[in-house]
């Protein structure tokens, strides 16, 4: 199936400071990616919809100048957690939809874990 | 916006026994709806889907079906083996764009 990479895996940073995330598709050209959080025991929440070229979509409730989306190529996608605070701390994952015969089949990154400390 | 319910929220049978997931979702225009198994700190990964033109589809031990007039959808996993132990998610989507999840079921398969 459809390859897609997420880095880093793991990141810890200091409260106030910024944190980049990337989302790549390794195979195939993803005009769409889409960002979720997910914090423990619970489940993936979507942030945002990645669109290549334009701007994101934001979910209610998510700030969309907290969040910084970039989806400058057709083939990755950059998440960016503006001054991060203990609360941002969760896993975050991008997923992106597969293209030819994969159809909408939706593939997810590796995940990143993000400690604000 | 679409809504997704997934019951029950922990499982637990024993090796060798079926069992069932059941989620509900809201947006009759919903069209795809996979399942998900997620180990602790690992992302999601794709074990059946189904799209609304079938009402069922089969994988060895993975089953899905799919009631579109009540708008339902389950996962049946026959002669669970602890490997199985694991989170897993329902989502439901329009031609496979964004995913609304379930909650998640807590699968514990006991040996």
């Known amino acids: 199936g459809a390859v897609v990479s997420q880095h880093p895996s793991w990141v810890i940073c200091k409260s106030g400071t910024s944190v980049k995330i990337e989302c790549r598709s390794l195979d195939f050209q993803a005009t769409t990616m889409f960002w979720y959080r997910q914090f423990p025991k619970q489940s993936l929440m979507l942030m945002a919809t990645s669109n290549e070229g334009s701007k994101a979509t934001y979910e209610q409730g998510v700030e969309k100048d907290k969040f910084l989306i970039n989806h400058a190529s057709l083939t990755l996608s950059t998440l960016t957690v503006t001054s991060a605070h203990p609360e941002d701390s969760s896993f975050y994952i991008c997923?992106?939809?597969?293209?030819?015969?994969?159809?909408?089949?939706?593939?997810f990154g590796e995940g990143s874990w993000l400690t604000v400390v | 916006g679409e809504n997704v319910e997934q019951h029950p929220s922990t499982l637990s049978v024993q090796e060798g026994d079926s069992a069932v997931i059941k989620c509900t979702y809201s947006?009759?225009?919903?069209?795809?709806f996979p399942w998900y198994k997620q180990e602790l700190g690992k992302r999601p990964q794709l074990i059946i889907d189904?799209?609304?033109?079938?009402g069922e589809k089969k994988d060895q031990r993975i089953a899905v079906t799919l009631n579109k007039t009540a708008k339902h959808f389950s996962l049946h996993i026959t002669e669970t083996q602890p490997e199985d132990s694991a989170v897993y998610f329902c989502a439901a989507s329009q031609g496979g764009n964004k995913l609304v999840f379930g909650a998640g079921t807590i699968l514990r398969v006991k040996s």
């Open positions: 947006d009759s225009a919903s069209n795809y």
């Open positions: 189904i799209r609304s033109n079938v």
């Open positions: 997923s992106a939809r597969g293209g030819g015969s994969s159809g909408n089949t939706i593939y």
